[in-house]
């Protein structure tokens, strides 16, 4: 018998993993190099990412430096400034693809990433990642549970939560500092942390993305946990919150 009633708290746990590998991994690590991560750590995190996501990290970082570099105006590849809420929000996977597919955009934003021996022989092969991922769910769950995890979980991830990220994390929200990004709070607590993208648009190469009390960064703790573990090395500038809302921001990464 399938374990039907076990679904959503599954599904809650495989996006939510996924969502802190992308966060610690393809965003603070490699794209910001904000932590070092040793190499029990690294590898962990790319299996974890090849299962749920498929997601060539050089492409994601190459996007995302974009998106830094050309922050909400010409050049951007996901701009609700530009596109619309909505067409960011619903079209971000076609707007991340168009980007990450252009070769002049991975020489340009991620001459340092890879692709590695692990790449070429697995890694590369995002769709067998997948296919390995959704059939360990098959395996643990039953044949349409696991299959329903896997459906559910492609759809919070790539349908509501990054895109979420880019679409309400640049359109309206609180600020600390002077960018055009925003903060989320709440959105933050299912994010990750990416949900203070204000805070992170203005010190991208901080590895804690929270800077006052009532914000919380889930992947602040796991990545504490880590360094004390010693698998990771926090290499990031601290940063301190002053109460000053008029900060100006760095507009590189
Ligand atoms: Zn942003
Ligand atoms: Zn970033």
């Given at each position: 018998m399938s374990a039907v009633w076990a679904v959503p708290l599954v599904t809650m746990a495989v996006t939510q993993v996924t969502v802190l590998a992308t966060s610690i991994?393809?965003?603070?690590?490699?794209?910001?190099?904000s932590i070092h991560l040793r190499p029990l750590a690294d590898i962990t995190f790319r299996v974890v990412l090849w299962l749920t996501t498929g997601l060539c990290r050089r492409q994601w970082v190459a996007v995302h430096r974009k998106h830094h570099t050309f922050t909400d105006r010409e050049?951007?590849?996901?701009s609700p400034q530009l596109l619309g809420f909505w067409r960011v929000q619903l079209f971000n996977v076609v707007h991340y693809m168009r980007a990450a597919r252009d070769p002049k955009t991975l020489e340009t934003?991620?001459?340092?990433i890879g692709p590695d021996r692990l790449d070429r022989v697995l890694f590369s092969r995002g769709v067998l990642g997948l296919g390995v991922g959704l059939s360990l769910l098959c395996a643990i769950l039953g044949l349409w549970a696991g299959l329903l995890v896997g459906l559910l979980h492609a759809v919070l991830y790539v349908f509501v939560l990054l895109p979420l990220i880019n679409a309400l994390g640049h359109w309206h929200g609180s600020k600390n500092f002077d960018n055009t990004a925003s903060n989320w709070r709440l959105v933050a607590w299912i994010t990750g942390g990416e949900g203070l993208h204000n805070n992170h648009h203005a010190h991208?190469?901080?590895?804690?993305?929270?800077?006052?009390?009532?914000e919380f960064d889930p992947s602040w703790p796991i990545i504490r946990l880590l360094a004390a573990a010693r698998l990771l090395v926090i290499t990031g500038p601290p940063v301190t919150w002053t109460?000053?809302?008029a900060r100006r921001s760095t507009p590189s990464y």
């Amino acid at each position: 018998m399938s374990a039907v009633w076990a679904v959503p708290l599954v599904t809650m746990a495989v996006t939510q993993v996924t969502v802190l590998a992308t966060s610690i991994y393809l965003h603070r690590a490699l794209a910001h190099r904000s932590i070092h991560l040793r190499p029990l750590a690294d590898i962990t995190f790319r299996v974890v990412l090849w299962l749920t996501t498929g997601l060539c990290r050089r492409q994601w970082v190459a996007v995302h430096r974009k998106h830094h570099t050309f922050t909400d105006r010409e050049g951007d590849p996901h701009s609700p400034q530009l596109l619309g809420f909505w067409r960011v929000q619903l079209f971000n996977v076609v707007h991340y693809m168009r980007a990450a597919r252009d070769p002049k955009t991975l020489e340009t934003f991620a001459p340092d990433i890879g692709p590695d021996r692990l790449d070429r022989v697995l890694f590369s092969r995002g769709v067998l990642g997948l296919g390995v991922g959704l059939s360990l769910l098959c395996a643990i769950l039953g044949l349409w549970a696991g299959l329903l995890v896997g459906l559910l979980h492609a759809v919070l991830y790539v349908f509501v939560l990054l895109p979420l990220i880019n679409a309400l994390g640049h359109w309206h929200g609180s600020k600390n500092f002077d960018n055009t990004a925003s903060n989320w709070r709440l959105v933050a607590w299912i994010t990750g942390g990416e949900g203070l993208h204000n805070n992170h648009h203005a010190h991208p190469r901080a590895a804690k993305f929270s800077v006052r009390r009532s914000e919380f960064d889930p992947s602040w703790p796991i990545i504490r946990l880590l360094a004390a573990a010693r698998l990771l090395v926090i290499t990031g500038p601290p940063v301190t919150w002053t109460g000053d809302a008029a900060r100006r921001s760095t507009p590189s990464y």
